[in-house]
């Protein structure tokens, strides 16, 4: 029996059923590259190396040759479904039940990209093309995001192209298609803060100096008073403390050293400089409130380790992008969406170098879970949406 489904969740069950886990192609841009040069795009497949990273294939497609240009960005890469036998049915076959397409990357963000191209199809059918449109997808978003969307740009710029608006096509959604934009995200920093003690016997901590203590206390100079309160279009920005280690299996030994890894989400107060500076202001003063604190002769001696590269705060202010997105969302769903900066970061980060550049997608409630899964109405209606907003883009 033949299912009666749209053509957006047709793609998207098709794009599911390839075993695209980070780094691996699994079919799906082989998939797209077929449908979008039925189309009439023209595709290039480009892998990308880099040092101790895996090699990642990536796919750019463009129709047209005039502005204004809107590009449709996402990733086919998704995260490993964990044990399959905790899912109600195979992750990778796009199974449907009451209305729900389930399977890995529904959401996160295969569902993105099949409205898109439905979307695209549509539109084609019944307009003639006044600009361009152009697809740029990545297979290495969830991975270590060396070898995907960063270098994709690089690499199209330096051909000569140029973009006038992108949409991202990550669940942006909260509860109901059509609340949320995202038109910009707070920045990131990671690190790994090494603090060195004297090793010994727990019996005898004067013969010894105990690194733990010292870490505690340079954690604590980094929680212990706000680092902003917020600003108008960004939530205060926030340190977390996400593992502390020492790696000692014995319980009477006072180990030679602990670690502790942080993350910190900073807002528009900060740049990337500014705020690693006050890290490290706050770690110094922790440093020297321990060295009294603990009595001992010499003082806290720790390292710190950046791990990764900053993403950059932004904020896109767009009015053609932002309107005319925000204008076929209430014509399709009679909503009038949210702008946010909220959530993590995406590949809009590298995006917003180019152009401007928000997110819009399905509602992410099941994004990385077992049975990630979308009711097959939001893709129709995400498809319809991105239809419109094709539609006022190109009629402004």
Known sequence: MTENISRSAEI?????????????????????????????FAVERVVFSDDNTPDVENLYARLGSKAPHVMFAGHTDVVPIGNPDDWSSD????????????????????????????AVEAYLSKYDL?????????????????????KLLKWAAHKGETWDACIVGEPSN??????????????????????NGIQGHAAYPHLSDNPVNGLLDLMNSLLESPFDEGTDMFQPTNLEV???????????VIAAQATASFNIRFNDT???????????????????????????????????????RI?????TRDDALVNALSSAIHSVTGRKPELSTGGGTSDARFIKDYCPVVEFG???????????????????TLSTVYGAFLDNYFRQ
């Open 362 to 380: 399905l509602v992410g409630q099941t994004m990385h879970q077992v049975d990630e899964r979308t009711p097959l109405g939001d893709v129709d």
């Open 242 to 252: 996400t593992s502390m280690d020492v790696g000692n299996p014995a319980t009477n």
């Open 91 to 118: 992750a990778f076959s796009g199974e449907i039940k009451d209305n729900v397409m389930i399977g890995r990357g529904a959401v996160d963000m295969k569902g993105g990209i099949a409205c898109f191209l439905g």
């Open 174 to 195: 909260k509860n109901e298609i059509g609340d949320v934009i995202k038109n910009g995200r707070r920045g990131s920093l990671s690190g790994k803060v090494i603090v």
């Open 270 to 308: 900060w740049s990337g400089e500014s705020v690693r500076e006050e890290i490290l202001r706050r770690l110094n003063e922790g440093a020297n409130r321990s060295t009294l604190r603990r009595g001992k002769p010499n003082p806290v001696q720790f390292e710190v380790e950046w791990i990764g």
């Open 130 to 150: 006044h600009g361009s449109i152009s697809f740029l997808i990545t297979g290495d978003e969830e991975g270590p995001s060396i070898n995907g969307t960063d």
């Open 311 to 315: 993403s950059p705060v932004f904020l």
């Open 12 to 40: 998207l069950r098709e794009l599911i059923r390839c075993p695209s886990v980070t780094p691996e192609e699994g079919g799906a841009l082989s998939y797209l590259e077929g449908e979008l040069a039925r189309l009439g």
